[in-house]
């Protein structure tokens, strides 16, 4: 009886006793079934696949600027974003930058200078566990 309407719910899942979790494959064939009928669903990226996210301290360039020096060092960038006040409506001289995971990802730590002008570069660490989450 339980197995009938948890399939009728929850289809392409199996109930097991030793684990609530749903397994990759069976979480694909969920989403893949979503997406075919067109239903709303959200789905976190796997701590793997995430981009590597830093923040750049002390910097008035601008976003272009950031990125093309970046670039120029061999990193490929996903997103800049500029920190701002909201109530003053002014922008602080902080990065949120995301970078895509390659071999030399590590290496914009030790990065010191954009553009002749001397910065702080630090990870940011998340806030939160590192669970893949999907709803």
Same mark, same amino acid.
């Given at each position: 009886? #339980?197995?009938?309407?948890?399939? %009728?719910?929850?289809?392409?899942?199996?109930?097991?006793?030793?684990?609530?979790?749903?397994?990759?494959?069976?979480?694909?064939? %969920?989403?893949?079934? #979503?997406?075919?009928?067109?239903?709303?669903?959200?789905?976190?990226?796997?701590? *793997?696949?995430?981009?590597?996210?830093?923040?750049?301290?002390?910097?008035?360039?601008?976003?272009?600027?950031?990125?093309?020096?970046?670039?120029?060092?061999? /990193?490929?960038?996903?997103?800049?974003?500029? #920190?701002?006040? /909201?109530?003053?409506?002014? /922008?602080?001289? %902080? &990065?949120?930058?995301?970078?895509?995971?390659?071999?030399?990802?590590?290496? %914009?730590?030790?990065?010191?200078?954009?553009?002749?002008?001397?910065?702080?570069?630090? *990870?940011? &660490?998340?806030?939160?566990?590192?669970?893949? *989450?999907?709803?």
């Amino acid at each position: 009886m #339980l197995d009938e309407a948890f399939e %009728i719910v929850f289809p392409f899942t199996e109930l097991t006793a030793e684990s609530p979790l749903i397994p990759l494959k069976m979480k694909k064939k %969920i989403i893949e079934f #979503l997406n075919k009928n067109e239903k709303e669903h959200a789905v976190s990226e796997a701590p *793997q696949t995430r981009p590597h996210k830093i923040v750049i301290k002390a910097c008035d360039h601008s976003k272009e600027e950031i990125s093309k020096e970046l670039e120029r060092n061999n /990193f490929k960038i996903i997103r800049i974003n500029q #920190l701002r006040n /909201f109530r003053l409506k002014t /922008f602080y001289p %902080i &990065f949120l930058v995301e970078i895509a995971k390659t071999s030399n990802v590590n290496e %914009i730590v030790k990065l010191e200078y954009i553009s002749y002008l001397k910065v702080t570069v630090q *990870q940011r &660490f998340p806030t939160c566990g590192t669970r893949t *989450q999907s709803w």
